[in-house]
């Protein structure tokens, strides 16, 4: 084997001479075989004619393989156009003889260049192939073998694209489909689901590639779950959309989306809502940078408003979305205009002189810190974001004369235990006061609130975190073995806030259809298991990745919920519900915004807790204050005590 390497290696005009040389040979050897097949000896040669025509043939074969482009075919990526490149080589080389002979007059029987034909077909041809195959055996311990799940039109291309891979080899199709199951295509065996496991164990197959872009969400999550348990990383194409756009290439392998493993199917959004407060108007999007928000304006510029003015706190979020949008409107030849601004939500005449300037029609309040941990350990800023902030973004949009103002909630404010999920609520309560105010007028605002549960890939979001540490060969964290939440994609959870800003008529709490919830501990097992590995635990103490669970975070609650009472009713659209659910007067409000300015810039925790427990938020606290700063002073007070004492 090191001496085929060596050969392997040498440069390429040295493996056209060693080819040639070999040709040359394979003629010689195939006019004496063709000679003594024919008459049972080799007595012409004794004839200088004869070599003439051996001659004479060895030179137009050489020449054409040479024009034909043989010499020039990598033996490693042998396809059928080289082995027909040598047939009709062949049939040249074969007709010389007999044009030679004739031209010498030379003793060669007319069957002998028949013969010599399929000898010389047989040995370059067939040299080529063992070639090859020696070249593919000397590969094949450094390729990871893969079955291809999906033997339709995507598993073909799949399959032709890997077939020329220095780093996959596939071994077979895994198919569904009964009619073709133990077929062969592209001469690869079509096997059924049943054998995926013993395929997987009697071929050490690495990898599992689901070439099914077409399949719906609850299809694939079907398949993954059947396949989870496997020792095999699952892989998948790019969905089908992206392949025909041209975006994305049949083998550009991914990992499995974790949308795939919710198996939850979106809903056709509604064209009419998605444009009613949209199209032809200038629409603002606060926390334009932030996750849901850089969402939400992509989904805006393709409703065509006349302007969108992106407002943002982080100078990096800023720019980074104006970018992308910019780059989208020149991709897609939309005509709009993108008005990217700094600012913070707490600037109340910022905000006022940017909607009047503008003269904003809608706005989606995104900006609002939403991390819990953080917020508990920075609870003053939490406050001051999330409730004025709120407050101020729609007294703003009355001011300017906006026309609809949709709040980006939470499922955390509803019976909140932490800081964050209250300062939604209380941002939900401004609204709804604020609401009932503007009923009275003919053309208010309109206010209303959409809320929803966590969505994948957001900021803060476990399943980056997960997908980060299985790659840095773990520990996976997770807080506790019973948390459990909700989940929805991003895309999905920006159109139904557009569509359910489309159907607020004032003070609307809306309530998005999260679908079933989802263990985290299991959505951490199925991460692994999708990567190849196994989960290492008591019961399988050799295993590759521990989950090791953390506790629960301050304000953390284990499960979440969506409604604060029964009283629900549903919409136009099936994902979208609506609550009606109880509220302060703007009076009592205001009353309550005053008190908790005032702990707020005094920095009075206790205070802070108090009127937020006492307010109708349902807030019930779980832990105590955990405010960084507010410890780190109560800490320093408590040692000068001591000191004093002492």
Not at 135 to 141: I, P, R
Not at 339 to 361: A, D, K
Not at 628 to 641: F, G, P, R, Y
Request: hydrophobic share 45%; charged share 20%.
């Amino acid at each position: 084997m090191a001496s085929l390497n060596h050969i392997w290696n040498l440069p390429r005009v040295y493996k056209h001479i060693i080819s040639i040389a070999i040709d040359a040979f394979f003629v010689v050897v195939s006019f004496f075989a063709a000679y003594w097949s024919r008459i049972g000896n080799v007595k012409p040669f004794e004839s200088y004619l004869t070599w003439y025509v051996v001659i004479g043939t060895l030179l137009v074969t050489v020449l054409s393989f040479s024009r034909l482009g043989l010499y020039r075919a990598i033996l490693r990526f042998l396809t059928f156009h080289a082995l027909a490149v040598v047939s009709i080589g062949t049939v040249i080389s074969a007709a010389s003889i007999s044009v030679l002979a004739f031209y010498f007059d030379a003793p060669v029987p007319r069957s002998v260049p028949i013969i010599y034909g399929a000898f010389l077909c047989l040995l370059c041809g067939g040299s080529r192939l063992i070639i090859r195959v020696l070249v593919a055996q000397a590969n094949d311990k450094s390729m990871k073998r893969v079955l291809i799940y999906g033997a339709g039109a995507a598993g073909r291309q799949l399959a032709l694209a890997l077939r020329s891979s220095d780093t996959h080899r596939v071994i077979g199709f895994i198919d569904e489909d009964k009619a073709i199951h133990n077929s062969i295509i592209m001469g690869l065996k079509v096997k059924n689901l049943s054998d995926v496991e013993r395929l997987v164990y009697k071929h050490s197959v690495g990898q599992i590639l689901l070439a099914i872009p077409s399949a719906s969400r609850s299809k694939r999550k079907q398949i993954l779950e059947s396949l989870m348990y496997l020792p095999a990383e699952v892989l998948t194409v790019p969905d089908m959309k992206d392949i025909v756009e041209g975006k994305a290439n049949i083998d550009e392998l991914k990992d499995v989306q974790i949308e795939d493993l919710l198996g939850r199917d979106s809903v056709e959004p509604n064209k009419t809502l998605l444009e009613s407060n949209i199209k032809g108007k200038v629409v603002m999007v606060t926390g334009a940078g932030g996750s849901i928000g850089s969402e939400l304006c992509r989904q805006i510029i393709f409703q065509q408003p006349k302007t969108l003015v992106l407002f943002e706190l982080s100078e990096f979020a800023l720019y980074q979305i104006d970018r992308e949008l910019k780059g989208l409107l020149v991709n897609h030849d939309i005509d709009l205009q993108i008005i990217p601004l700094l600012g913070s939500v707490q600037t109340v005449n910022r905000l006022s002189t940017v909607m009047e300037g503008f003269c904003v029609n809608t706005v989606y309040h995104a900006a609002a810190y939403k991390h819990v941990p953080l917020v508990e350990y920075n609870v003053v800023e939490g406050v001051r974001n999330n409730v004025f902030g709120t407050y101020y973004t729609a007294k703003a949009a009355i001011e300017s004369g906006v026309e609809s103002f949709v709040l980006i909630s939470t499922d955390k404010a509803v019976r909140p235990t932490n800081i964050m999920g209250t300062t939604k609520r209380m941002a939900e309560l401004g609204l709804q006061a604020l609401a009932e105010q503007e009923g009275n007028k003919e053309n208010g605002t309109r206010f209303c609130m959409v809320r929803f549960g966590n969505v994948l890939g957001s900021s803060g979001s476990v399943i980056p975190l997960f997908k980060k540490q299985i790659a840095c060969g773990g520990p996976v964290t997770v807080t506790h073995p019973e948390i459990i939440r909700y989940f929805m994609t991003i895309p999905e959870a920006a159109q139904l806030v557009i569509q359910a800003g489309a159907m607020g008529k004032g003070g609307d709490v809306f309530v998005l259809d999260m679908g079933e919830p989802v263990k985290i501990a299991d959505l951490a097992v199925n991460l692994i298991q999708l990567s190849g590995l196994e989960v290492k635990d008591a019961s399988n103490p050799y295993g590759d990745i521990e989950i090791q669970f953390s506790g629960l975070r301050p304000g953390e609650k284990l499960f979440e919920e969506l409604l604060i009472g029964d009283n629900v009713s549903r919409t136009e659209h099936p994902r979208i519900m609506t609550a009606n659910e109880r509220h302060l007067t703007i009076n009592e409000y205001s009353e309550l915004l005053n008190s908790l300015d005032s702990a707020c810039h005094s920095f009075e925790h206790e205070k802070i807790r108090k009127l937020l427990i006492e307010a109708p938020t349902d807030f019930s606290p779980t832990d105590g204050i955990s405010d960084l700063v507010w410890k780190k002073l109560h800490a320093l007070k408590d040692e000068s005590l001591d000191s004093v004492i002492h």
